[in-house]
């Protein structure tokens, strides 16, 4: 079983420290030497040598990089999470592609840190693990956002919106917003007939078949913001 550290104890915290290069290794002993609070109680140079040194030591939080020889570090997590349910897993890579960042994620990894990290910022990441809360890089919080947003937009959007052109959505969110094709035309410098073709263009890729319609079509899609103007068309 993982060894629980008691809040009641004034002893250090023990680490384990995993990652394939010795200087880094000796880099992140000597950083934590400079706190009390922690005890770096072994390392280890690959995914299997991780495995049998946690096995033995059971240590408080293990600081394990991605790409080792051998077992990888996703599966490293996985295989340790098995074993040790209540393990405090704490990834520092250099790595933070969406097939690293999951993976480990969901193999039961509590934290994700970037070695490109401050080392003040490690060990606040350290410390949050250590108290069974999770942790991430602000460059990984950022990004898990920006998919996650960008994923529930695409869920959103009708197969037809891709489909249209750049001046077509120029069209349709004026369109949108009341505009008739005269004014449209003028706003961007286009004939009335090319407007026209560009309006029968978006009812046929949409299917749909009058501007309030599209007008809805376009609010869903975020070309026009809902107004009290734009609710009475609908």
């Known amino acids: 079983m993982t060894n629980q550290h008691s809040a009641m104890?004034?002893?250090?915290?023990?680490?384990?420290?995993?990652?394939?290069?010795?200087?880094?290794?000796d880099g992140l002993k000597s950083m934590l030497a400079m706190f009390d609070e922690f005890n770096?109680?072994?390392?280890?140079?690959?995914?299997?040598?991780?495995?049998?040194?946690?096995?033995?030591?059971?240590?408080?939080i293990l600081l394990l990089d991605l790409s080792m020889p051998g077992l990888n570090g996703a599966l490293t997590t996985k295989k340790i999470m098995t074993d040790?349910?209540?393990?405090?897993i704490l990834i520092l890579t250099a790595h933070y592609a969406d097939e690293y960042l999951y993976s480990t994620l969901e193999a039961g990894a509590m934290g994700y840190?970037?070695?490109?990290?401050?080392?003040?910022?490690?060990i606040h990441a350290i410390k949050t693990v250590l108290k069974g809360e999770p942790y991430l890089s602000p460059k990984i919080s950022s990004h898990i956002i920006s998919s996650f947003v960008a994923a529930?937009?695409?869920?959103?959007?009708?197969?037809?919106?891709?489909?249209?052109?750049?001046?077509?959505?120029?069209?349709?969110?004026?369109?949108?917003?009341?505009?008739t094709s005269?004014?449209?035309?003028?706003?961007?410098?286009?004939?009335?007939?090319?407007?026209?073709?560009?309006?029968?263009?978006?009812?046929k890729k949409t299917g749909l078949h009058n501007a309030s319609a599209l007008t809805e079509y376009?609010?869903?899609?975020?070309?026009?913001?809902?107004t009290q103007k734009n609710i009475m068309e609908l």
């Open 9 to 25: 104890t004034s002893a250090p915290y023990s680490i384990l420290i995993a990652d394939d290069h010795e200087i880094v290794r």
């Open 40 to 60: 770096v109680v072994g390392e280890a140079k690959d995914g299997l040598e991780t495995i049998q040194a946690f096995d033995s030591l059971c240590p408080d």
């Open 84 to 88: 040790h349910p209540d393990a405090k």
């Open 113 to 122: 840190i970037l070695k490109e990290q401050p080392s003040d910022e490690l």
């Open 152 to 179: 529930k937009r695409e869920q959103q959007y009708s197969p037809s919106f891709a489909t249209l052109t750049v001046r077509e959505r120029e069209v349709l969110s004026l369109v949108a917003l009341g505009k």
């Open 182 to 203: 005269k004014s449209i035309a003028e706003q961007l410098h286009l004939s009335v007939k090319t407007v026209e073709k560009h309006r029968s263009n978006l009812l």
């Open 218 to 226: 376009a609010i869903k899609h975020g070309l026009v913001i809902k």
